[in-house]
């Protein structure tokens, strides 16, 4: 059964910080890896998508890469804003693609 | 095109009563999974429809929990005889063909008292 960790469970970095946040996932089998942001009481929106054949996707500031082998990816955040402050999700797609595995994400405070 | 539409967003019930969540998937999509957020823990899946069909439902809990997604409509999930522990946030997800091109709705929230 596919299990997904994320580290750390909580940070808090000053304004301006780079930042990485870490995933890993115990089956390799997966159809594709996506990195969600969840802020208090909303819902999900999406950030990044890496296929499984993929090694990393970058959107502005945020860079995620995805090493399928070990079971691992990590996302990037370059010049860390107060509006990142927000839950991070990590979550792999089943082959199949019928459900997403979720980690329990990583709750990100950045100071002013 | 409005996203993936879920309602009620806050939901309150009695213990016994039953609960109804609403899923409108974005248009053209036909694929609709439901997913639960439990207080402090991860979002699990929970099931998969297709119009009209059940496709994977293991992650449903075997008893008072149910799910459609009819031909007209909504998907619906349907919770009967509610008890604290339904208390959750519930996600809907929609796609156009399966694999790709998730989108999340903003969830109902529900809480029994």
């Known amino acids: 059964k596919q299990e997904v960790t994320q580290i750390p469970a909580a940070l808090s970095v000053p304004e301006g910080e780079n930042l990485v946040l870490n995933c890993s996932f115990t089956?390799?089998?997966?159809?594709?890896l996506q990195w969600f942001r969840q802020d208090p009481g909303k819902g999900l929106t999406s950030l990044l998508l890496?296929?499984?054949?993929?090694r990393e996707q970058t959107s502005g500031r945020l860079n995620a890469s995805l090493d399928k082998s070990s079971g691992r990816s990590t996302l990037y955040i370059a010049a860390s804003q107060p509006g990142d402050s927000a839950t991070y999700l990590c979550?792999?797609?089943?082959?199949?693609?019928?459900?997403?595995?979720f980690g329990t994400g990583t709750s990100l405070t950045v100071i002013p | 095109n409005a996203g993936v539409m879920q309602n009620p967003r806050h939901l309150v019930r009695r213990r016994g009563q039953e609960a109804r969540l609403r899923c409108s998937p974005m248009?053209?999509?036909?694929?609709v999974y439901w997913y639960r957020q439990l207080p402090e823990e991860g979002l699990k899946f929970m099931v998969y429809?297709?119009?009209?069909?059940?496709?994977?439902e293991s992650g449903m809990p075997k008893e008072r929990f149910s799910a459609e997604f009819p031909k007209e409509g909504p998907s619906i999930l349907r919770i009967q005889q509610v008890v604290r522990g339904d208390s959750a946030a519930y996600f809907c997800?929609?796609?156009?063909?399966?694999?790709?091109?998730?989108?999340f709705g903003s969830g109902t929230r529900l809480t029994v008292v």
């Open positions: 979550a792999v797609l089943s082959n199949t693609g019928n459900q997403f595995y």
């Open positions: 248009k053209g999509h036909s694929h």
């Open positions: 890496i296929q499984s054949s993929q």
């Open positions: 429809l297709q119009k009209e069909n059940i496709i994977d």
């Open positions: 997800a929609s796609s156009p063909r399966g694999q790709e091109g998730y989108t």
């Open positions: 089956d390799s089998a997966i159809y594709n």
